[in-house]
């Protein structure tokens, strides 16, 4: 299952779902994406289907593995990835090191067991208002679920998986 970010930074306020389906779309990726965040309908631990959880494993844009499965994302280790394994944008560009994200923490608002904070998710990803919170993850800590909690007026990186595979 493919790890991949938007082409641009958010704030909080975002239809990321929407944005994850068009950008995969455009990039001509056939699978259907997701929003690698915790929404009000649903926990960001359950975004991939039951099925595809624990024998796929979750790779970047070029196939390179950052996770052996979904569910390793969410063994209380704050999602541990190996830094050196890039996350690139649906257009090719790596998020680490691309001037287009200065800031290099991708939204979640999720616990490190990816169960939803409802206190900090942008008011379910609808408002960019600067009194409200959000919790992300600074990148270079080597972790896609620490927990920081910041305005929703920043602009982070929004990542999307990959929730069903298709072969």
Request: hydrophobic share 40%; aromatic share 12%.
């Amino acid at each position: 299952l493919h790890l991949v970010a938007l082409n641009l930074p958010f704030s909080g306020d975002m239809r990321a779902d929407f944005q994850c389906f068009q950008q995969a779309q455009l990039a001509g990726l056939t699978s259907t994406y997701r929003a690698f965040l915790s929404s009000h309908l649903q926990d960001l631990a359950t975004v991939v289907r039951k099925t595809d959880r624990y024998h796929l494993p979750i790779v970047n844009l070029k196939g390179e593995i950052l996770f052996n499965n979904w569910e390793s994302i969410f063994n209380g280790n704050g999602g541990q990835f190996n830094i050196h394994v890039p996350i690139y944008s649906f257009d090719g560009r790596n998020v680490m090191t691309d001037p287009s994200w200065p800031q290099k923490v991708i939204w979640h608002g999720s616990t490190a067991n990816g169960i939803r904070l409802v206190s900090n998710y942008c008011e379910a990803w609808h408002t960019a208002d600067m009194g409200a919170m959000g919790q992300a993850s600074p990148l270079k800590m080597g972790k896609l679920l620490d927990q920081r909690v910041y305005s929703c007026s920043n602009q982070f990186i929004v990542l999307c998986i990959e929730n069903s595979f298709v072969s």
